[in-house]
């Protein structure tokens, strides 16, 4: 994987829970998906060092999934990724 590609999905997500910003989602686009992951503002996002993989959690403050890997997505199988 892209080590810019990467940072710039950090980036992305660091506008999408910034308030500062009128961002909802972070649509993923992913190869052999017809349409986008959808990551909110209110999900959690992690990238495990070394593990090729962005997990995110669909709002852990109210679902009360901390710990559980709700969503994971290969780096490599991300195509793009679009701010909305």
Known sequence: MNEAFVQQIRQ???FLHNGGYNYSTLNVYVAGVQGPWEIECDDAVEFP???GVLIYRKDPANWGNAGVPEHVIRLNAIMATELV
């Open 49 to 51: 060092e070394g593990s």
């Open 12 to 14: 992305q997500l660091e």
